[in-house]
């Protein structure tokens, strides 16, 4: 029996905040099951979600996350990909570009904005899934986070470049290399999480990067056309997540 797409969504949403909450992806996959079960039931009886879940989906979701353990051993496994991740997207750029170069300033403050950027998206993601935001409200969220960690990025890249200087600059080679390992990671990641926006969106950040090795640019063209695609690709991704959540949820606006 097919379930309304409001319990279809509700399932989603109990994954999302689970998963975010730090638990067993098996155990996650299991509870979701026996939820769709007692969903199938109620609804081929013709009630509703609020017969399974009661009053307050939230409070319902936070029963369970509070009966479930905390999966810390699957935490551990997901932070090499995600620090390895981290490094690609710092790294990757400046290393096509040319223009890589560590300080202590980069050493310290990076690791620190990236964990402190990632934090902010699993605060949001765990949001998201306990509130029926609308979509507008969803991708203000989304890209008031987004604008806020490039920021931090763009601040930190700003006091490096004027108040301290490198201890190691790697050579052409070296830097090709770097590249290469970072786009490795992307790639390495989409297969991790079966996703495609990790393969994606390094292509929007990078590829003008890369197309304008080759080709005779002035730098203040080349910061113009990077961006110009990167808010272009941006826009694009909002605008297949934005069909996609339509289709999925023709009454959410």
Do not use: C
């Not at 081929?44 to 369970?64: A, F, L």
């Not at 770097?178 to 390495?188: E, K, T």
């Not at 961006?227 to 991704?237: H, N």
């Amino acid at each position: 029996m097919a379930l309304t797409k409001e319990s279809e969504e509700f399932i989603a949403n109990l994954r999302m905040y689970l998963l975010t909450s730090g638990k067993n992806d098996e155990e996650i996959n299991a509870i979701a099951d026996e939820l769709r079960s007692h969903l199938e039931e109620a609804e081929s009886r013709g009630k509703n979600i609020r017969s399974v879940t009661g009053d307050s989906p939230q409070e319902y979701m936070e029963s369970i996350r509070n009966e479930m353990a905390t999966d810390f051993f699957g935490i551990a496994k997901m932070m090499p990909m995600f620090i390895l991740l981290m490094l690609a997207y710092f790294l990757t750029g400046p290393a096509i570009r040319g223009e890589l170069s560590f300080s202590i300033l980069t050493l310290i403050t990076y690791p620190l904005v990236a964990f402190l950027g990632i934090g902010a998206y699993v605060f949001f993601f765990r949001k998201m899934s306990v509130r029926k935001w609308s979509m507008k409200r969803e991708i203000a969220v989304f890209m008031g986070i987004q604008f806020t960690v490039v920021l931090l990025f763009a601040a930190m890249m700003f006091l490096d470049i004027f108040l301290f200087e490198p201890f190691y600059i790697p050579s052409r080679e070296m830097a090709w290399a770097i590249a290469a390992a970072g786009i490795a990671v992307f790639i390495l990641s989409a297969l991790w999480n079966k996703t495609w926006i990790t393969v994606v969106l390094p292509l929007f950040l990078f590829g003008p990067d890369f197309v304008m090795q080759f080709i005779e640019v002035g730098q203040a063209r080349q910061l113009i056309i990077s961006t110009s695609v990167l808010y272009a690709g941006l826009a694009l991704i909002i605008a297949f997540l934005f069909i996609q959540n339509k289709k999925q949820n023709p009454h959410k606006l």
